[in-house]
């Protein structure tokens, strides 16, 4: 019997390109490595107003910067990555309250599912520049994922509820006490420490921590199936 698997716990959010991009490369690697991938919805307005952190396209040369550096990397990682056209509006104005509420019931009620339904509203907001604040977004993309219109109407209607509201909340804040400042952020839980990695170009060092190899963004085994 070889050795547990270490646990990474992965904090993210839709809205967050890069949480995509990290996502999309821990998802390749989670039964190459020898580790247990949690994936954890995160609150990221949370985390920025805890942290007293800006969205870096706030400033115009990051933001122009940030437009070329996703194209480039979605080219690179091999992720269908596009900015939205209204990127203000639907990244600073519309926000992702209702959807990481929704994959945060869908996490207490059918874990199995989160990959797939994350996955579904990047693709939404982040590939094809549709809607992820309203219900019936929320509805086609977990229905895209493979979810039943009865299972996605259940949890919708769970959404604002005290209990989905307050596990965001802490999960949320488990972030912020590792010490984010925004996301993605990945937890390696090692020897009874915690390393906190942020952002979506830590994969290697990750690799070096967990003493795995790194064999770039896209590992052999998964560039066959591509």
């Known amino acids: 019997m070889g050795p547990l698997p270490r646990t990474l716990d992965f904090f993210y959010d839709v809205l967050s390109p890069y949480s ?24 990221i307005a949370g985390i920025m107003k805890d942290s007293g952190n800006q969205p ?18 979605g080219q690179h990682l091999q992720v269908p990555i596009h900015f939205p056209k209204d990127f203000f509006s639907v ?9 990481m509420r929704f994959l945060t019931a869908l996490k207490m009620e059918q874990p199995e599912m989160l990959e797939k339904v994350s996955r579904e509203l990047w693709m939404r907001v982040w590939s094809r520049d549709e809607d992820i604040t309203q219900p019936q977004s929320i509805l086609a ?4 994922a493979g979810m039943s219109t009865g299972q996605v ?9 005290p209990q989905v509201k307050d596990q965001l909340r802490e999960t949320t804040e488990a972030a912020c ?34 003493g795995e190899k790194w064999m770039g963004p896209v590992p052999p085994a998964v560039n066959a199936r591509l």
Not at 59 to 71: E, F, S
Not at 91 to 99: D, M, N, Q, V
Not at 153 to 161: A, D, K
Request: aromatic residues 8%; hydrophobic residues 45%.
């Open 56 to 73: 870096p396209a706030m400033l115009p040369r990051k933001a122009t910067y940030l437009k070329n550096d996703i194209r480039l990397l």
């Open 141 to 144: 993309a977990a229905e895209k």
């Open 20 to 43: 995509w991009l990290a996502f999309e490369v821990l998802c390749r690697y989670k039964n190459i490595w020898n580790v247990s991938l949690q994936l954890r919805p995160t609150l």
């Open 177 to 210: 006490k590792y010490g984010a400042f925004g996301l993605p952020v990945t937890v390696a839980h090692l020897d009874d420490q915690a390393h906190m990695l942020f952002g979506s170009d830590r994969m290697e060092l990750l690799a070096h921590l967990l």
């Open 91 to 99: 990244i600073l104005g519309k926000g992702s309250l209702t959807a």
């Open 153 to 161: 109407q259940g949890l919708l209607e769970r959404i604002s509820t």
